[in-house]
């Protein structure tokens, strides 16, 4: 599984981005999905996952009531909705991919990365 992420910039605080990330492979709708961000000097964050279904979404605490997570299986892409961004949501984010079922919250649990997309919240 190949995956791009896309749909970063910059915004002010109080605002919306939408993120997808598109992957290729006839199997994606076998892994489960995961958005993680890494902001400068900082450790790669787990922010938020959904199941192969869909079904089933786990957020991170910081994140939870703000930011979305879906996913188009039919169109291989999943999306992250972020709504009332603040700045220190700005990070790198990324979109991972791994073939476990139930929660997995760390990256060596993810067996495929996208490049990253840049976000930047300003006050």
């Known amino acids: 599984v190949q995956l791009q992420a896309s749909g970063g910039g910059l915004v002010q605080a109080g605002g919306s981005l939408r993120l997808s990330c598109a992957a290729s492979?006839?199997?994606?709708?076998?892994?489960?999905l995961a958005w993680f961000r890494q902001a400068p000097g900082m450790e790669r964050e787990w922010i938020a996952s959904i199941s192969w279904s869909g079904g089933s979404t786990y957020y991170t605490d910081s994140v939870k009531g703000r930011f979305t997570i879906s996913r188009d299986n039919a169109e291989n892409t999943v999306y992250l909705q972020m709504n009332s961004l603040k700045p220190e949501d700005t990070a790198v984010y990324y979109c991972?991919?791994?073939?476990?079922?139930?929660?997995?919250?760390?990256?060596?649990?993810?067996?495929?990365w996208g490049q990253g997309t840049q976000v930047t919240v300003s006050s």
């Open positions: 991972a991919a791994t073939p476990l079922t139930g929660l997995a919250t760390r990256g060596y649990e993810y067996d495929y």
């Open positions: 492979g006839r199997t994606f709708s076998m892994y489960a």
